[in-house]
């Protein structure tokens, strides 16, 4: 909760009780109302202070400051203050650093060359758009262990101060939060209101829904007005807000597609978006398993970007491997990535080229090797 401001009327007591003190000395005075002057400015600015440390969204309550700011501290050093103050506190725990999520994609994330590119144009577009006119929504397919939480994560990272761990980040997994069908009304009665709260308290917020394959169409229905093209909705604007849908739908089809190119003799890196496009939104479509075939979410266009992520190969498990030794404070050692990446199994059976389960077991496999 944003604290009330006592200020205004410690001003007002302070000030009245110098007016009434007419046999105290000039000075006395001065000295009196200078520290009244001071301590209302440093309560008028200690919102300013608590959000320092703890994080906040939007700066709107320093409007109701504002007033016993300027007449605490001087109009124009008050709004010298106010202005930096007002500007401090959204940019430091929310703003895109689009360097970082370039540096964090092009670093940290193997064998996605078509998910990195899309994400990054997505992000930094959305990001840098005062007006949006509707909330941006990415759904992210592939194999598992492919880095969709860890694109989500990569993200969270460089849009919030705090990153997943930020107040403004939530995260919804059909089979815990919503696992039992005969709940339905219930659970999108909740949903709503949850998003609703949510980005009624922060504008700028980011909801993460994992296992979205596995979540009830009705479900996925009831969310739809929010990713929608509305101005507001019952006073509420959504439109700044970051919806992410993973799933492994349409990932055999990225398989099947990654697997042509490696059998032509073709570079990986030569898979372009218009390769899988189609062929992922038919696997989504057809999919009678997956939640997002009943909904009119594709065909509203109310997903701006479908982002296929391919299967890993040995050399991204390589990667991987050394990637989580650096994390771990340990000298990358090349012949126990090579190791750990050997352990893993491949498939198709005969060509061997893809990792069963990406680089999900990697962390947990580098235990015995280290
Ligand atoms: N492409 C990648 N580049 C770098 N690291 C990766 C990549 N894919 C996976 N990883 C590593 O493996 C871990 C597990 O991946 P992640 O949870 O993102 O997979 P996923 O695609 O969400 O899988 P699932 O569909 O099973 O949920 C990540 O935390 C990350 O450390
Ligand atoms: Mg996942």
Redesign the pocket.
Known sequence: MVPKKPHALLLWMLVCSGGSTEAIEPISTSIAVGMAAALTGFLATYPNIFYYFNECCRPEWISLNKTALVVGIGATLGRTIYNYLHESCEPKWIALNATGLKVDLDR?????HIASRIILKAVSGFMSNDNPKKPLVLSLH??????????SQLIADNVYKEGMDSSFVHIFTSELHFPHASQLETYKSQLQQWIKGNVTNCAHSMFIF?EMDKMHPGLIDSIKPYLDYYDKLDGVSYRKAIFIF?S?AGGESITQTALDFWKAGRDREEIELRDLETLLSLAVFNNKKSGLWHTSLIDKNLVDFFVP?LP?EYR?VV??AM??MIVRGHQPNPSVADQVARDVVYFPKTERVFSVK???T??SKLDYYL
Not at 108 to 112: A, E, I, M, Y
Not at 142 to 151: C, E, L, P
């Open positions: 940290k994330l193997f064998g996605q592939g194999w598992t262990g492919t880095g969709k939480n860890f694109v994992d993973l492994n992520f890993l991204h990667q991987c990637a989580e990406g680089c999900k990697i962390e």
